[in-house]
């Protein structure tokens, strides 16, 4: 039997996603018969509450020299990190000088920008090289490595202690959490706030929201599991803060046991997550059979389709796409392609199931009578820009929070 990645208490998966490549890993027709697959299962710690993929991929098959997310290509994401790091510089002001802020999977930059040019001292960490490298060259302080308690002495070493240490959607990639939470507990100042933000259990439980898990997400936090997960390094919740990206997110502010004074939010939100179950295996035993539901009625919703002899397209080459994708078993039967405005992605094909990538030029030139919509979470901004689709009699196919045409 498996133990707890956070408390070795003893657990068990209570779901299996079947077979799944590397979520990112997008790919050329001679790369297909070398492809990496592992069986995706979930586990859900009754002492902890830890929400964990019970296998990961090793990190150097997911992160490595052709990466290829890079934050700053999406506007939208450019304006959230923007107030993400408006709401940390009001928390850790500039006068107290010299304000000390890190970032761990600091991608190219995109938040600590802020922080440069706010004169902040700033240090990012990004394992990603050629992403790194990109940081660097805007002139941000990165290094480029994986953040561990040894790495936190050598930075303690150089730097001394930190105000802040902030990450999005980075927290719940690291297998090893334990020991980065050590890491960040021996970082911070006494007075010191630790500020991250991740995929939110609530959200994916409430909106059957499977597509989160796929293989760089090694944990779903809720408040619960995030208490406990960081309590025992000293750490404790002193805020919580609901967020839209990803579908629904949560920002965690954490600090020193007895440091802060914790909000009337975090009360409330620990409440909401006990009626909501995130408490109980029980909750995700019905999650399983929520998950099956949604795949069945979207492949036969796609089969119908098929069957009439019209076609679909995808928008959006998502890394939660892998997961949609392989557990429902789509191919090009169901999909012709998937557009998507990542130069690196386009000409490739989606892991696993390997339907082509194509550019967005293509895709509005092509005029498809239904288009599945994998990035569901940025559905207003879409319709919006793709007004014309809808008014030229195009449909949308939705799977969250419900299987529909739209
Ligand atoms: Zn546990």
């Known amino acids: 039997m498996k133990t707890c990645r956070i408390c070795d208490h003893k657990i068990e998966p209570f779901m299996s996603f079947g077979k799944m490549p590397i979520a990112n890993g997008f790919l050329n027709k001679s790369e297909f018969e070398k492809e990496y697959f592992f069986e995706m299962k979930v586990s859900f710690c009754e002492n902890c509450y830890m929400f964990q993929l019970d296998e990961q991929p090793d990190a150097t098959m997911m992160f490595h020299e052709n990466y290829a997310f890079f934050s700053s290509l999406s506007k939208y994401m450019q304006k959230h990190f923007k107030s993400f790091a408006h709401f940390v510089m009001e928390l850790i002001p500039l006068p107290e000088k010299n304000s000390f802020v890190i970032e761990l999977g600091s991608n190219d930059g995109i938040m600590l920008e802020h922080f440069k040019n706010a004169n902040y001292r700033h240090l990012g960490i990004e394992p990603s090289s050629n992403v790194a490298k990109v940081a660097l060259e805007k002139g941000i302080n990165t290094l480029s490595n994986f953040f561990d308690l040894n790495l936190a002495n050598e930075i303690y070493n150089e730097h001394g202690l930190a105000d802040a240490i902030i990450c999005a959607n980075v927290m719940?990639?690291?297998?090893?959490?334990?020991?980065?939470?050590?890491?960040?507990?021996?970082?911070?100042?006494?007075?010191?706030?630790?500020?991250?933000?991740?995929?939110?259990?609530?959200?994916?439980?409430?909106?059957?929201?499977?597509?989160?898990?796929?293989?760089?997400?090694?944990?779903?936090?809720?408040?619960?599991?995030?208490?406990?997960?960081?309590?025992?390094?000293?750490?404790?919740?002193?805020?919580?803060?609901?967020?839209?990206?990803?579908?629904?997110?949560?920002?965690?502010?954490?600090?020193?046991?007895?440091?802060?004074?914790?909000?009337?939010?975090?009360?409330?939100?620990?409440?909401?997550?006990?009626?909501?179950?995130?408490?109980?295996?029980?909750?995700?035993?019905?999650?399983?059979?929520?998950?099956?539901?949604?795949?069945?009625?979207?492949?036969?919703?796609?089969?119908?389709?098929?069957?009439?002899?019209?076609?679909?397209?995808?928008?959006?080459?998502?890394?939660?796409?892998?997961?949609?994708?392989?557990?429902?078993?789509?191919?090009?039967?169901?999909?012709?392609?998937?557009?998507?405005?990542?130069?690196?992605?386009?000409?490739?094909?989606?892991?696993?199931?390997?339907?082509?990538?194509?550019?967005?030029?293509?895709?509005?030139?092509?005029?498809?009578?239904?288009?599945?919509?994998?990035?569901?979470?940025?559905?207003?901004?879409?319709?919006?820009?793709?007004?014309?689709?809808?008014?030229?009699?195009?449909?949308?196919?939705?799977?969250?929070?419900?299987?529909?045409?739209?």
């Open 172 to 406: 719940c990639h690291i297998p090893n959490l334990n020991d980065i939470a050590k890491g960040i507990a021996r970082l911070l100042k006494p007075n010191g706030l630790l500020i991250f933000e991740d995929p939110y259990l609530g959200d994916m439980v409430k909106k059957v929201s499977y597509d989160q898990i796929y293989d760089e997400h090694v944990f779903i936090f809720s408040a619960h599991s995030v208490a406990k997960a960081f309590g025992t390094s000293g750490l404790e919740l002193v805020d919580l803060i609901p967020q839209t990206t990803h579908g629904g997110s949560m920002r965690y502010v954490l600090a020193h046991k007895g440091s802060h004074k914790a909000s009337k939010s975090v009360i409330q939100i620990l409440e909401e997550e006990k009626s909501l179950g995130l408490n109980k295996i029980e909750t995700f035993n019905k999650f399983k059979l929520n998950c099956e539901a949604s795949r069945d009625s979207l492949r036969e919703l796609l089969e119908g389709i098929r069957i009439k002899g019209e076609t679909v397209v995808g928008y959006g080459a998502t890394s939660k796409s892998t997961t949609v994708l392989n557990y429902c078993n789509l191919n090009t039967d169901h999909i012709c392609y998937i557009s998507d405005t990542t130069p690196i992605k386009q000409n490739k094909y989606t892991p696993g199931m390997h339907i082509p990538v194509k550019s967005y030029d293509f895709f509005k030139s092509d005029v498809p009578k239904y288009v599945l919509l994998f990035a569901w979470n940025h559905s207003d901004e879409i319709f919006e820009k793709e007004s014309k689709f809808s008014e030229q009699g195009g449909r949308w196919i939705r799977f969250v929070p419900r299987v529909e045409i739209i």
